[in-house]
């Protein structure tokens, strides 16, 4: 079965410095899709951005990229000149069939 | 363009009563998945409806089930309720192509009590 594994369940950081939030996941697929979803306290669930595992080429979407390691199955995020509305619980994700599945999340606090 | 709605946004129901959570799909996305997000974990895959057919279900008792309507509107049914069923409930759509976008609604907040 797969299984995502957030290892950081709080992080803190500077305005505008940069963080990177850890993910690794597990599966026996070689085609999936993985994705970073940032939930703010108004609940709704954000996709931030989104990896398709056949391409070798890290994903980036303005201030936010991230560092794919398909053998090591690795999938970390970094934000850029954090900015205060980028405070979030934030989810890596693996997708396959589309049936997603989530990490328990790591919540991100920007201080000011 | 309206997102996914879900309704009610809240409830409270008894132990061993039966609830009834509904999703509208952004047009145009014939499918719909629900996840149950327990406070302080991530979300957990329910169900997945595509051209109202069931798709996939995720390790949930038979006392949940689901539905989709013709314009690919959701409804999810949880019979008997529990106290642990107090959760978040998520609906998301997407056009159902393999790696599509999923949109995720504001949820439904269920107390048990």
């Known amino acids: 079965a797969q299984t995502v594994t957030q290892s950081q369940p709080e992080m803190s950081v500077q305005e505008a410095e940069t963080v990177t939030l850890s993910c690794t996941y597990d599966?026996?697929?070689?085609?999936?899709?993985l994705f970073w979803y940032k939930q703010p306290p108004s609940r709704q669930m954000i996709l931030v951005i989104r990896q398709e595992a056949y391409k070798q080429q890290n994903a980036t979407e303005n201030r936010f990229s991230v560092n794919f390691q398909k053998a090591a199955k690795s999938f970390s995020l970094k934000i850029s000149d954090s900015q205060l509305g980028d405070a979030a619980m934030y989810f890596c994700a693996y997708d396959r069939d589309d049936k997603i599945i989530f990490g328990k999340g790591t919540r991100l606090h920007i201080l000011p | 363009d309206a997102g996914v709605t879900q309704s009610p946004t809240h409830l409270i129901k008894t132990r061993g009563q039966h609830v009834t959570l509904r999703c509208s799909p952004i047009s145009g996305h014939k499918s719909v998945s629900w996840y149950q997000q327990v406070l302080g974990q991530g979300p957990q895959f329910i169900f997945q409806y595509y051209e109202k057919e069931e798709r996939g279900r995720g390790n949930f008792p038979d006392r949940f089930s689901a539905r989709q309507f013709p314009n690919y509107s959701s409804e999810l049914n949880v019979n008997a309720l529990l106290l642990g069923d107090s959760a978040l409930y998520l609906c998301?759509?997407?056009?159902?192509?393999?790696?599509?976008?999923?949109?995720f609604g504001q949820g439904t907040r269920l107390t048990v009590v």
């Open positions: 998301a759509s997407s056009t159902g192509l393999r790696g599509s976008e999923a949109f």
């Open positions: 599966t026996s697929e070689s085609d999936y899709y």
